[in-house]
């Protein structure tokens, strides 16, 4: 490693440990060594499909079929994901008392899995559906019911109301939900430090999180293979893949509180 980044890590490694109330905000990118597609860049999903014509309320009112294959698809690939060194290393974080929360973009459940308790999802679930008609909701995850409803080719339909059923994800043009992007905006205006990894931060309201951090004084570590909407604002930008960069970040902070 140059010189130069050895001294960054040691830096940000030392603002995190010093930090009161450090948090990360996280993207697709931080799941790309998962084996999960990002959606911008080279092999990104809206290259191949096209995000109005499956990820619009318009796109589920014209063709809610297609619409499902398509998220029944990629439930099925994510669910076969792992949580990488980086999500790993933002619970291990998380654990030792230095990071307060995890607000992600991702729906993919990486998090969770990787043992994340203060997660915040502002663009919902892959693994959640909901009713368009009523208050039903289910994780099939949880209830256990997902290869079965990845194997079922019919349009799947609320066991309360017979409605169609929806993914729980925020498609665009839809409002995120109220009471976690609340939360996250709260929790941004309480941070010293935030940790940006793997997102183009081209997507608002979620983007505004590392702004509302800096704004209020804190400082903005970001971690990404490329420069980004938010490498602007960040006072420290590691550049490389996020689970090799957190992983190493996690080593070196253990080192500095030895
Ligand atoms: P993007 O696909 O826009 O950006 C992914 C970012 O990750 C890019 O900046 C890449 O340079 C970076 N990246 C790729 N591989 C990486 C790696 N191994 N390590 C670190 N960084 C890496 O994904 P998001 O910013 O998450 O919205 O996109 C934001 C929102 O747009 C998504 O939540 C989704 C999408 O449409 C909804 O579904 C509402
Ligand atoms: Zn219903």
């Known amino acids: ?75 099925g690939k994510i669910i076969r994901a792992k949580p990488n060194p980086a999500h790993y290393a933002l619970a291990e974080l998380e654990r030792m008392g230095i990071l307060k929360a995890v607000i992600t973009q991702n729906v993919d459940d990486l998090h969770r899995e990787a043992g994340s308790r203060g997660l915040i999802e502002l663009h919902g679930n892959i693994f959640r559906v909901r009713c368009t008609s009523c208050s039903y909701t289910e994780n099939l995850k949880e209830s256990g019911r997902l290869d079965e409803f990845l194997e079922e080719r019919d349009l799947p339909r609320c066991p309360k109301c017979g409605s169609l059923l929806r993914p729980d994800v925020v498609w665009f043009g839809e409002p ?74 996690l080593s070196e902070v253990k080192r500095v509180g030895e």
């Open 1 to 75: 490693m140059p010189l130069s980044t050895f001294i960054m890590f040691a830096e940000v490694a030392k603002l995190l440990a010093c930090s009161r109330f450090a948090i990360a905000f996280t993207g697709a990118g931080i799941s790309a060594e998962s084996g999960v597609p990002t959606f911008r860049g080279k092999n990104g999903l809206w290259k191949t499909y096209r995000a109005e014509e499956l990820a619009t309320p318009e796109a589920f009112r014209k063709d809610p079929p297609l619409v499902w294959s398509f998220y029944r698809w990629r439930m």
């Open 176 to 249: 995120l939900p109220q009471t976690a992007l609340a939360e996250a905006f709260s929790i941004a205006e309480k941070a010293d430090l935030v940790l940006v990894i793997g997102t183009s931060g081209l997507v608002y309201p979620a983007a505004y999180i590392p702004y509302i951090v800096k704004e209020r004084g804190g400082k903005v570590v970001e971690v990404n293979t490329e420069r980004s909407g938010i490498t602007p604002i960040a006072d420290i930008f590691l550049r490389g893949r996020a689970g090799e960069v957190m992983g190493k970040l």
